[in-house]
């Protein structure tokens, strides 16, 4: 019954903001590792950012060089959903949008890991941005 749902994708112009949702049912993320992942036709998966804990009590939070200062990841565990805020969109961000799980790492404070070291993964959704 594990399940996650990517949501807030959609067509937006460059300059232009998404946030898009991750929500988890059939278990709780607090002790997860989260990352948000895209595939644009043609090119392979690319880590995005990610959200982690070294001791499972703080979190931190990683971006791809690519995304760094115009995206944010955040987390709400009352609502057992990760959000990514994306601002200043250029139209290379065109992909879809995938979120994916894994257990904390404690100690690791590093937590751009490969997709395949994930073993949960939503449907995606569609970032598209165009003029």
């Known amino acids: 019954q594990v399940q996650l749902v990517e949501s807030g994708g959609g067509l937006v112009q460059p300059g232009g903001s998404l946030r898009l949702s991750c929500a988890a049912s059939g278990f709780t993320l607090d002790y997860y590792t989260i990352g948000w992942f895209r595939q644009a036709p043609g090119k392979e998966r690319e880590g995005v950012s990610c959200?982690?804990?070294?001791?499972?009590?703080?979190?931190?939070?990683d971006y791809a060089d690519s995304v760094k200062g115009r995206f944010t990841i955040s987390r709400d565990n009352a609502k057992n959903t990760v959000y990514l805020q994306m601002n200043s969109l250029k139209p290379e961000d065109t992909a879809v949008y995938y979120c994916?799980?894994?257990?904390?790492?404690?100690?690791?404070?590093?937590?751009?890991?490969?997709?395949?070291?994930?073993?949960?993964w939503g449907q995606g959704t569609q970032v598209t941005v165009s003029s």
């Open positions: 959200i982690s804990s070294s001791d499972g009590y703080t979190y931190y939070a």
């Open positions: 994916a799980t894994q257990r904390l790492r404690l100690g690791s404070h590093t937590c751009m890991y490969p997709f395949y070291e994930y073993d949960s």
